[in-house]
């Protein structure tokens, strides 16, 4: 695992990154892209730096298809690999509050080429 980008654009959140365990070290590329700008930033940082990226996690279904054309450009070639549901408790929190309480899947890509970075 080289690096990880999470796009949370449409509703953002904090990232729950202690789930990467071990992977998760100053050598990783792992970035949450929250709005235009943090997606420009990435962008430019792994084209001009040649930053690694194994996997997109893209959340919401809002745009979806959208965002993850824009990423391809960036990233290369994706391949869809998962769909994750939320879980229980993120699904009784929405039927409760759900305007503050969203329940989001995310969709996990693996890049599949790398046309930026070896």
Do not use: C
Not at 1 to 9: E, M
Not at 57 to 86: C, F, N
Request: charged share 25%.
């Amino acid at each position: 695992l080289q690096g990880v980008v999470l796009d949370s654009r449409i509703r953002n959140f904090n990232a729950p990154w202690f789930y990467l365990g071990e992977a998760w070290a100053k050598d990783k590329y792992l970035v949450e892209v929250k709005n235009g700008e943090d997606f420009a930033l990435a962008s430019e940082n792994i084209t001009t730096q040649h930053r690694r990226v194994d996997y997109l996690i893209v959340y919401h279904r809002t745009d979806r298809e959208q965002r993850v054309k824009q990423w391809e450009a960036v990233l290369g070639q994706l391949s869809p690999m998962d769909t994750i549901p939320p879980a229980i408790g993120d699904r009784i929190r929405n039927f409760l509050n759900p305007k503050y309480n969203q329940a989001n899947d995310a969709v996990i890509y693996r890049v599949t080429t790398h046309p930026h970075n070896p």
